[in-house]
């Protein structure tokens, strides 16, 4: 039987491919492939899409994050609380601007940051607040804002996911090519709700300069190319399409009866369902049924940040972060990608629930 990936970003663009290859070549064509004419046009339409008053291009995700982080002066001796379970970036980020990666434990049941253990943690030198809105799931914003610190969102798992780019100062993306929203290659951007943050940013993925002739601060190379703003102009037109199609697919799941053999993710409205993470104490076993029908699984932040060699400096022992630690124990995704067909998820159900009910039975 054909083996079924996590996800297919290739059946995605597969209908656009015409378009595509039109856009590629007008490039081509027109010779410019440093911050030209797509990477503005995509910046303004990128900025109406998410109903802020400007965005700016990046390399990645990573740079959106350290980008932002510098254009607010934050620095050695800076705090910032962001989550343990979260792709290794996020806090790689505010450590790589020389300032602390604080880690506040998460929520269980929507796996986004825990707003009391964050307040929990907020001192005098706290500079900033990174929610990542996880796996496509808005963080609580609302709540976290009431703490009265600068609030930078790490919306790279999350392009149009209801509610957000619009309470931090700064939201950032990734567009790599898994995300809900992916270029063809590396790209990021971010959405300020902030126009001086957006300028210094503007200035700093260019050396810190706005002409090449006067370099006003210590910058970055970090821009956005045109052959990635080309693509990405082909999707965000459709991304509100494959938004919904990644929420009908979420909630098929519940119908088919995932939901029996292992806990599924909290719906809410805003959730845009960049991956489909549940979680049993069983996961191994339920994954390895799926290898053995040839249906890929996922399992993230299997160890968490605060336990990766490269943040051990920080001095976080086994234990001090509970609810995450149990999330990287328990978590695994099944496929979807908009579009995913009702049959493969048929097959997912159908063999997780057969190995779920093995293990009641024995
Ligand atoms: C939550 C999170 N933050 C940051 C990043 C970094 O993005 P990039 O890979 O484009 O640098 C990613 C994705 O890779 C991510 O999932």
């Known amino acids: 039987m054909k083996k079924i990936p996590l996800v297919d970003v290739k059946a995605q663009y597969a209908p656009l491919l015409q378009e595509l290859r039109e856009r590629i070549s007008d490039v081509l064509d027109s010779g410019e492939f440093i911050l030209g004419p797509n990477v503005k046009a995509f910046e303004r339409e990128a900025a109406a899409f998410l109903g802020v008053p400007q965005t700016v291009g990046v390399a990645n995700g990573t740079d959106a994050l350290v980008l932002v982080l510098d254009a607010l002066g934050i620095g050695p001796g800076d705090e910032v609380i962001c989550p343990a379970f979260t792709f290794y970036a996020t806090a790689e980020s505010i450590a790589r601007r020389g300032a602390t990666p604080v880690f506040a434990d998460i929520d ?64 950032t993306y990734s567009f790599y090519p898994t995300k809900n929203l992916f270029g063809i290659g590396d790209g990021g951007l971010v959405a300020f709700t902030d126009e001086e943050l957006a300028e210094r940013v503007r200035m700093l993925r260019f050396h810190g300069s706005r002409d090449k002739v006067d370099f006003q601060f210590i910058g970055y190379n970090s821009r956005l190319d045109e052959i990635q703003a080309a693509a990405l102009r082909v999707f965000l037109p459709r991304l509100t399409g494959w938004n919904a199609s990644r929420r009908e697919a979420a909630a098929r799941y519940a119908e088919l009866g995932l939901g029996e053999a292992c806990e599924l993710p909290e719906d809410e409205p805003g959730h845009v369902y960049h991956l489909f993470v549940s979680r049993s104490p069983e996961r191994e076993r339920l994954r390895a ?74």
């Open 108 to 171: 269980a049941a929507t796996l986004n940051l825990d707003p009391a253990d964050v307040a929990a943690r907020v001192t005098g030198r706290t500079r900033a607040i990174i929610p990542v809105h996880l796996f496509g799931r808005p963080a609580p914003l609302a709540e976290l804002a009431e703490l009265g610190v600068t609030i930078v969102e790490d919306a790279a798992q999350a392009f149009g996911a209801g509610g957000t780019a619009t309470t931090g100062v700064a939201s």
């Open 289 to 362: 049924a799926l290898a053995d029908a040839g249906i890929a699984s996922g399992v993230y932040y299997e160890t968490p940040l605060h336990l990766q060699p490269a943040l051990r400096y920080l001095g976080y022992e086994p234990g001090s972060l509970p609810e995450t630690e149990r999330a990287a124990a328990e978590n695994f995704s099944v496929p979807l990608w908009a579009g995913v067909p009702p049959d493969v998820q048929e097959r997912v159900v159908a063999v997780i629930r057969e190995a779920a009910s093995v293990g009641v039975s024995s």
